[in-house]
Nanobody
Framework: VQLQASGGGLVQDGGSLRLSCAASGRTVSRYAMGWFRQAPGKEREFVAG????????YYGDSVQGRFTISRDNAKNTVYLQMNSLKPEDTAVYFC?????????????????WGQGTQLTVSS
């Protein structure tokens, strides 16, 4: 499966942005999906995950209440709506395809990675 992330860019502190991740090569509708991010000089961290049906979602502590993950299985696409952005959200964001139907909370749950998309939040 190929995962293509898009939607990154430059946004001001407090702004909003939506990332998209389009899958091709294999349907991902039966697998959990998620987003991770990596800031300069830091390890990659979990941002958000969603079960195959969308009925279960998971969030990292630092984005809880500000970010929303969703999916459209008909379009084989996962989204990350990011609100109330902060400079510390600046990172490269990676889309991830899961190994299982329901769980996406750590890198061990990831079967495939997309290329990253850069988000920069200016203060």
């Amino acid at each position: 499966v190929q995962l293509q992330a898009s939607g990154g860019g430059l946004v001001q502190d407090g702004g909003s942005l939506r990332l998209s991740c389009a899958a091709s090569g294999r349907t991902v509708s039966r697998y959990a999906m998620g987003w991770f991010r990596q800031a300069p000089g830091k390890e990659r961290e979990f941002v958000a995950g969603i079960s195959w049906s969308g009925s279960s979602t998971y969030y990292g502590d630092s984005v809880q209440g500000r970010f929303t993950i969703s999916r459209d299985n008909a379009k084989n696409t996962v989204y990350l709506q990011m609100n109330s952005l902060k400079p510390e959200d600046t990172a490269v964001y990676f889309c991830a395809g899961g190994k299982s139907m329901n769980t996406m909370v750590t890198e061990t749950d990831v079967n495939s990675w997309g290329q990253g998309t850069q988000l920069t939040v200016s203060s």
